[in-house]
């Protein structure tokens, strides 16, 4: 729920509990004296500023690279350096005046030109030929830009430039590349230090593309199968996160909540794909770092159920156990005409998904579920092999199982209701 949406129920609830005679008009005043202002939203003037200040920074560029050849050096450096101080400069006086979503902008601006410098400087002075380096540079400068500004805008830019560097690290080494972890890392404390909505969002998101490229890694160095590496590494994001959100911090909680629902995401895409066998196992070996990243996910899960007595998170581990045996290559996904066994393994991961949704109140998680359950049929429907009358018989089967399930769960929580 956003602040304003929080104040306006709070207000009415406030005005109500005073009419029904349960809070006295002081302690209703206390109340809305212990509340900050609402920070000011997103009007038409601001976005109208963002449009310019875009404006502006894509006018800067497009003037430098249409006279790039013509300008004496020195003097290029001098207009890069003008263009971040400026952008920078920008930024600070519109913290001054209140205007925060255009003082973020503005650090965003600067982070790009600053990514834009380091390129054209490389260009003009013929230094060292790794792109990838210059593309760690710039994720550092925008980063440690974001930690001085508190600027999500260059957040953003960090992330984005520190997926792609290792992406470059792992199209290069032809292998994963582990050190995105600790890049990532140090994002994740800022955005538990924020404590804001859009950084918790940012950081998430930069952790799918790390699992990504993660199995992206196995796949090209040929050493584990890639949709057990994408699954055990969101798997891991589901417990963790799911372990986050029994911690005593408020902060620490809806960053987990954030983390473990991408996660689910994830985790249904992965099934999905390798139902459709999207990624064809490379190899048999499973590493140890990457068994250990498995087995600890669902350790993870069941850990968070103990800590604040939750059923929907075992039901979260649950669906983790079963999609790591699903994509282990335990059960015979690819050599087998009809695998059953797994095509019901994954179907009853994401309706487990969907049920721990539920049991903890978690729209989100709830939605993961139901399009990983949607995504998981329409592939083992459309999936080119064997006899499509067999794959409709076991559809429909599925579908009994569940309705009788369905039934049984339902008087089972009605029993416990008239208790």
């Known amino acids: 729920m956003s602040e304003r949406a929080y104040r306006e129920r709070l207000e009415a609830d406030l005005a109500r509990w005073q009419a029904e005679g349960l809070l006295p008009p002081k302690s209703a005043d206390a109340i809305r004296a212990t509340l900050r202002p609402v920070p000011e939203g997103l009007t038409i003037a601001t976005v109208v500023g963002i449009v310019g200040g875009l404006l502006i920074a894509a006018a800067f560029l497009a003037f430098i690279a249409a006279n790039w050849t013509v300008i004496a050096r020195p003097l290029r450096f001098a207009i890069l350096l003008a263009g971040i101080v400026g952008a920078y400069g920008a930024a600070a006086l519109f913290d001054r005046a209140e205007r925060n979503h255009l003082a973020d902008l503005s650090a965003g601006v600067g982070s790009i030109i600053f990514g834009a410098a380091i390129a054209l400087v490389g260009q003009m002075y013929h230094l060292g030929d790794d792109f990838a380096g210059g593309l760690l540079l710039w994720a550092s400068g925008a980063l440690a830009a974001a930690a001085l500004t508190g600027s999500h805008s260059a957040l953003a830019v960090a992330l984005a430039a520190g997926c792609v560097w290792s992406g470059m690290r792992v199209d290069e080494m032809s292998d994963v590349h ?11 404390v800022l955005a538990l230090t924020w404590q804001t909505t859009a950084a918790r969002h940012l950081v998430a998101v930069a952790a799918l593309v790390g699992a990504f490229l993660a199995a992206v890694g196995v796949t090209q160095a040929r050493i584990a199968s890639p949709n057990f590496t994408l699954v055990a590494l969101v798997s891991f994001m589901i417990g963790g996160g799911l372990l986050l959100t029994t911690r005593a911090s408020a902060g620490v909680r809806a960053f987990g909540l954030t983390l473990s629902t991408y996660g689910c995401f994830g985790l249904a895409a992965g099934l999905a794909g390798t139902v459709v066998e999207f990624s064809r196992p490379v190899s048999d070996s499973l590493p140890y770092p990457i068994l250990g990243v498995a087995a600890a996910a669902p350790f993870l899960a069941f ?3 103990l800590a604040a007595g939750r059923a929907g998170s075992a039901l979260a581990g649950i669906s983790i156990v079963l999609a790591l045996i699903m994509t282990s290559g335990l059960v015979p996904t690819a050599a087998a005409e009809e695998p059953w ?7 009853t991961a994401m309706l487990c998904l969907v049920v721990s949704g539920m049991l903890d109140d978690v729209r989100p998680r709830i939605v993961a579920g139901w399009l990983g ?5 329409a592939a083992v429907t459309w999936a080119v092999k064997g006899s499509l009358l067999r ?25 416990g209701h008239r208790r």
């Open 373 to 377: 359950l949607a995504a998981t049929i």
């Open 303 to 305: 850990a968070a159920t």
């Open 341 to 347: 066994l797994a095509y019901a393994l994954a179907l």
């Open 178 to 188: 582990p050190q995105f972890a600790i890049f990532w890392s140090i994002a994740a």
């Open 391 to 415: 794959r409709a018989v076991f559809l429909a089967v599925s579908g009994l199982v569940a309705v009788a399930l369905a039934s049984l769960l339902g008087r089972l929580i009605g029993r």
